[in-house]
T-cell receptor
Framework: AQSVTQLGSHVSVSEGALVLLRCNYSSSVPPYLFWYVQYPNQGLQLLLKYTTGATLVKGINGFEAEFKKSETSFHLTKPSAHMSDAAEYFC????????????FGKGTKLSVKP | DGGITQSPKYLFRKEGQNVTLSCEQNLNHDAMYWYRQDPGQGLRLIYY???????QKGDIAEGYSVSREKKESFPLTVTSAQKNPTAFYLCASSILLSGEQFFGPGTRLTVL
């Protein structure tokens, strides 16, 4: 069965510092991978996705992620944190590539200190 | 504007009562989903539907029921059999075989 592990339920960075949120997955087939962001009491918004092709994926709000098959990872990064980045971030993998449902990690809450 | 609407945003229920959460989408998506979110638990799939008049149980379907009579609507009923229904409920939809899901704003259910 597929699974997603997000290392660190809480991450705190200073404004302007690098943001790194870690995601590892397990999948027996080529995965589709997603990062979503959630602000308090709101739904999830797609940040970026990897399906096929280029392994470095750029998303909205300056975020990017790199698919590393050998490490089964899809870590999310942003060079310089902004106060508005404070939110909860979810990594997800699609069962069977495009065929199936999403399996979500438990989320990482990002705090940004002024 | 195309999107997914959920109503109400906040819902309070007395123990022993059934309650129905609404989810409507105008994106012309075939697939719709219901998730439950608890702090530190991520999102857990309750039910999903890929076509009108058909739906499948997810990982935590016990105590919940759904219907899919129209393509754009996928209401969720939380029954009295659900022992711990207080949670944030999210509805989503997707184009079949795309993987990517679009989410509504959520309904927060509290049992008094």
């Amino acid at each position: 069965a597929q699974s997603v592990t997000q290392l660190g339920s809480h991450v705190s960075v200073s404004e302007g510092a690098l943001v790194l949120l870690r995601c590892n997955y397990s999948s027996s087939v080529p995965p589709y991978l997603f990062w979503y962001v959630q602000y308090p009491n709101q739904g999830l918004q797609l940040l970026l996705k990897y399906t096929t092709g280029a392994t470095l994926v750029k998303g909205i709000n300056g975020f990017e992620a790199e698919f590393k098959k050998s490490e089964t990872s899809f870590h999310l990064t942003k060079p310089s944190a902004h106060m508005s980045d404070a939110a909860e971030y979810f990594c997800a993998v699609s069962e069977g590539g495009s065929q199936g449902n999403l399996i979500f990690g438990k989320g990482t809450k990002l705090s940004v200190k002024p | 504007d195309g999107g997914i609407t959920q109503s109400p945003k906040y819902l309070f229920r007395k123990e022993g009562q059934n309650v129905t959460l609404s989810c409507e989408q105008n994106l012309n998506h075939d697939a719709m989903y219901w998730y439950r979110q608890d702090p530190g638990q991520g999102l857990r799939l309750i039910y999903y539907s890929q076509i009108v008049n058909d739906f499948q149980k997810g990982d935590i379907a016990e105590g919940y029921s759904v219907s899919r009579e129209k393509k754009e609507s996928f209401p969720l009923t939380v029954t009295s059999a659900q022992k711990n229904p207080t949670a944030f409920y999210l509805c989503a939809s997707s184009i079949l075989l795309s993987g990517e899901q679009f989410f509504g704003p959520g309904t927060r259910l509290t049992v008094l």
